[in-house]
């Protein structure tokens, strides 16, 4: 079984920075693109970022130049800087990950909430 478990979501003021992580942990053979969606209320979950093993990166528009993902392969785990901050941020935040345990396929963690506000 793969677990993948998201931390680091709270309540921001607007301008402000949230790092979120994502580790990954049980039967591991290798794990390929990892990413952050958002889901918003009322709203379809949204790519927010993806980077594959290669480090190669792609973002959403609506997040250019203010989110930068990174990774430790070493830790199985996905990062997303969050700076500046905006109340359109607001959403839960959910990492995936491409990754080849048992069968090779996509994972989602539980989700973390970030909250952008004054």
């Known amino acids: 079984q793969v677990q993948l478990v998201e931390s680091g979501g709270g309540l921001v003021q607007p301008g402000g920075s949230l790092r979120l992580s994502c580790a990954a942990s049980g039967i591991i053979f290798s794990i390929y693109t990892m990413a952050w969606y958002r889901q918003a209320p009322g709203k379809q979950r949204e790519l927010v970022a993806t980077m594959t093993r290669a480090s190669n990166t792609n973002y959403a528009d609506s997040v250019k130049g203010r989110f930068t993902i990174s990774r430790d392969n070493a830790k199985n785990t996905v990062y997303l800087q969050m700076n500046n901050l905006k109340p359109e941020d607001t959403a839960v935040y959910y990492c995936?990950?491409?990754?080849?345990?048992?069968?090779?396929?996509?994972?989602w963690g539980q989700g973390t909430q970030v909250t952008v506000s004054s």
């Open positions: 995936k990950a491409d990754i080849w345990s048992d069968y090779r396929g996509g994972y």
